[in-house]
C-alpha cells in the first residue's frame, strides 16, 4: 500500500524557522515533492527531490533521504503570508507519473 | 511556467444533475492530466488519470459511471459528475504533466 504521513498542524512564530516533516511508504519512488496550498486555492509547487540531500531555494530547503523515506521542508524567516498547508507528495514509479498526496501540515505562523 | 485553467471555477447544482468540469493546458499540450478531489482541511485525492485518446484510469474506490472522464484532445480533458448528491460537494483540481504537475485552480462544486 501507500502511506505518506505528515503532521497535521504546526504553529510558528513569524521570523522564525519550522521544519514540517514527511515520511512514505510507497511501492515505487521517482521523486518526491513539496506543495504550498492557501485555503481555497490550487497548490503551488515548491521543491522536488529525486537525490538524496539538500535542496535550497531561497527561504525554502527540501531534504530526501531516501534508505529513511524521509523528507523535510525547512522554512526559513517565516513570514506571515507563509500560514498555509504543506503537502508532500510522491510520485510513483510507473509511467504515468501520478502524485500521492500526504494528509497535508496546517502551518499558522503568528506574529 | 505552465498555465493550466478550469471552468467553472464554481458552480452550485440541484441534486440529481449532472456537472461537466473543463480542463484546459493553455501553452502546452498534457497527454495526461489527473483530477483531484479535496474536502476540506483534507488533503487531494487522486480520482483518475486522464489519458489522451484512451480511457482514463481509475483509482480504487472512485466509481468511473459517476465521474465521467473524457481526454479528447491534447489541451482539453473534462470531468462530468453525473447524478450528483450533496456528499459529491467538494473542490475539484485537474492537474496537467510536463515534467513536473501543473495544477488549475480548483473548481468548487456545490450540490443542494
Known amino acids: 500500500g501507500q502511506n505518506i504521513d505528515q503532521p497535521t498542524e504546526m504553529t510558528a512564530t513569524e521570523g522564525a524557522i519550522v521544519q514540517i516533516n514527511c515520511t512514505y511508504q510507497?511501492?515505487?519512488?521517482?521523486?518526491l515533492f513539496w506543495y504550498q496550498q492557501h485555503a481555497g486555492e490550487a497548490p503551488t509547487f515548491l521543491s522536488y527531490?529525486?537525490?538524496?540531500g539538500l535542496e535550497e531555494k531561497g527561504r525554502f530547503s527540501s531534504f530526501l533521504s531516501r534508505s529513511k523515506g524521509y523528507s523535510y521542508l525547512l522554512l526559513k524567516e517565516l513570514q506571515m503570508k507563509d500560514s498555509a498547508s504543506y503537502l508532500c507528495?510522491?510520485?510513483?514509479?510507473?509511467?504515468?507519473?501520478?502524485?500521492?498526496f500526504g494528509s497535508g501540515t496546517r502551518l499558522l505562523v503568528r506574529p | 511556467g505552465a498555465v493550466v485553467s478550469q471552468h467553472p471555477s464554481w458552480v452550485i447544482c440541484k441534486s440529481g444533475t449532472s456537472v461537466k468540469i473543463e480542463c484546459r493546458s493553455l501553452?502546452?499540450?498534457?497527454?495526461?492530466m489527473f483530477w483531484y478531489r479535496q474536502f476540506p482541511k483534507q488533503s487531494l485525492m487522486l480520482m483518475a488519470t486522464?489519458?489522451?485518446?484512451?480511457?482514463?484510469?481509475?483509482e480504487q474506490g472512485v466509481e468511473k459511471d459517476k465521474f465521467l472522464i473524457n481526454h479528447a484532445s491534447l489541451t482539453l480533458s473534462t470531468l462530468t459528475v453525473t447524478s450528483a448528491h450533496p456528499e459529491d460537494s467538494s473542490f475539484y483540481i485537474c492537474?496537467?504533466?510536463?515534467?513536473?504537475?501543473?495544477f488549475g485552480p480548483g473548481t468548487r462544486l456545490t450540490v443542494t
Open positions: 510507497t511501492s515505487g519512488f521517482n521523486g
Open positions: 507528495a510522491v510520485r510513483a514509479e510507473d509511467s504515468s507519473y501520478k502524485l500521492i
Open positions: 501553452d502546452f499540450q498534457a497527454t495526461t
Open positions: 486522464s489519458n489522451e485518446g484512451s480511457k482514463a484510469t481509475y
Open positions: 492537474s496537467a504533466n510536463q515534467n513536473e504537475q501543473y
Open positions: 527531490n529525486v537525490l538524496d
